[in-house]
């Protein structure tokens, strides 16, 4: 059994999840060193001083430092070199400063005082910290491989001594460990639980502009203007100041609305077994967690056939949940809504698909892929 010390500076949502998750889950020793999820900027240039600090206080000396991508990872092992030298190390990206996508009008989203101009000072340091470990992991393929066709440019934006042979030595220690779930969290379906008079569509993705919800309401607007019923809940976690659009369609949408709001467990776990169907519009996602939670509890989901989605579904369903355009969404919207018995016969065969998420399954891949890479260094 190891001993891995896990370094998560920014430790909520999908990050906390993921951390928490493997170490419920692992056969190894996992000690968790976090930080609160805020201040992300901070967090990549401070969190590593904090938690370098932390971690030379403690006696335990770990079989492996494994940090997620907010660290400033050549940091932390410079203020730790006394005891860190010959430990094996590994970053798991969970997203990138690279290619992680800017808001269009620059007043919102990670990058307002830069007026929606990409900081290269963040990408460096998630650089610098992949070329200071001895592995790399990302959380999808479609992750992993966007990262790689971005680097050559980044790297070549730098005006001499531009490292372009960092690209090659990345590659060669990079490769793609997809999240677990903890799907146990959400049983406890209601045995007694009705069909739905009116179909439930489900948002429990985070409110921001990443996610695109202007196009997920139009899509709403077009079928609530056919004249199609739906009902809707509105759950996800919340950052700061949430999307004008999403006052605009409550305002608009009215009593069609069940639930504005971050959901506690027991009522999120409610609505996902509740919902007809999920969508998605967005312009980042790296992996899909609140996606693959809503498909697990049977909703069906209508994605688009970009970023991580086509990872997340087996091939035979592709045609009947992915989608091209806003247009086919809207087509594919209208057909769900109308034709609730052939999608609840999706649901239940796509839940079973997507348990292969599950950690029970993933854990065991985590653990033999932590023991080699301490075993082959």
């Not at 400033?72 to 730790?80: E, G, K, N, P, V």
């Not at 990408?123 to 592995?135: E, G």
């Not at 009902?231 to 100041?241: D, P, S, T």
């Not at 985590?366 to 082959?376: P, S």
Request: charged share 20%; with cysteine.
């Amino acid at each position: 059994m190891l001993r891995i010390d896990l370094i998560s500076p920014y430790h909520g949502g999908s990050h906390k999840a993921w951390a928490e998750g493997w170490q419920q889950s692992s056969r190894h020793n996992i000690k968790l060193h976090t930080l609160p999820d805020r201040f992300w900027k901070w967090r990549m240039h401070g969190g590593a001083i904090t938690l370098a600090r932390r971690f030379l206080a403690q006696n335990v000396q770990p079989d492996l430092i494994l940090a997620t991508d907010m660290l400033d990872l050549t940091t932390f092992l410079a203020l730790t070199r006394r005891k860190t030298a010959g430990i094996p190390t590994a970053v798991y990206m969970h997203e990138n400063q690279l290619t992680y996508p800017l808001p269009q009008d620059g007043r919102s989203g990670p990058m307002r005082r830069q007026l929606g101009e990409r900081d290269h000072h963040y990408a460096f340091i998630n650089v610098a910290s992949m070329l200071a470990a001895d592995r790399v992991f990302f959380n999808s393929k479609y992750h992993l491989e966007s990262f790689f066709a971005a680097l050559p440019n980044f790297l070549k934006h730098f005006p001499e001594h531009n490292e372009l042979n960092a690209l090659a030595t990345l590659q060669q220690k990079s490769k793609m460990l997809p999240v677990g779930v903890q799907f146990g969290r959400l049983e406890g379906k209601n045995l007694a639980y009705q069909p739905n008079k009116v179909p439930l569509i489900l948002w429990n993705q985070r409110w921001e502009y990443d996610k695109n919800p202007e196009a997920f309401f139009a899509a709403l607007y077009a079928v609530a203007a056919a004249e199609h019923p739906f009902e809707l809940a509105l759950c996800g976690q919340q950052y700061g100041k949430r999307p004008s659009i999403f006052k605009e369609a409550i305002e608009k949408l009215g009593d069609q609305i069940i639930h504005v709001g971050h959901a506690d467990l027991p009522t999120y776990r409610r609505l996902l077994w509740q919902a007809d169907l999920t969508i998605s519009t967005a312009h980042h996602e790296f992996f899909g967690i609140s996606l693959l939670e809503a498909i697990y509890c049977q909703t069906f989901p209508l994605l688009p056939n970009r970023l991580s989605y086509p990872e997340l579904l087996p091939s035979e369903f592709r045609d009947a949940c992915l989608y091209e355009s806003e247009d086919e969404l809207v087509a594919k919207l209208t057909w769900a809504l109308t034709h609730l018995n052939e999608i609840r016969k999706v649901q239940e065969m796509l839940a079973t698909a997507v348990s292969r998420f599950d950690w029970q399954q993933i854990s065991p891949i985590y653990d033999d892929t932590m023991r080699n890479l301490c075993q082959n260094l």
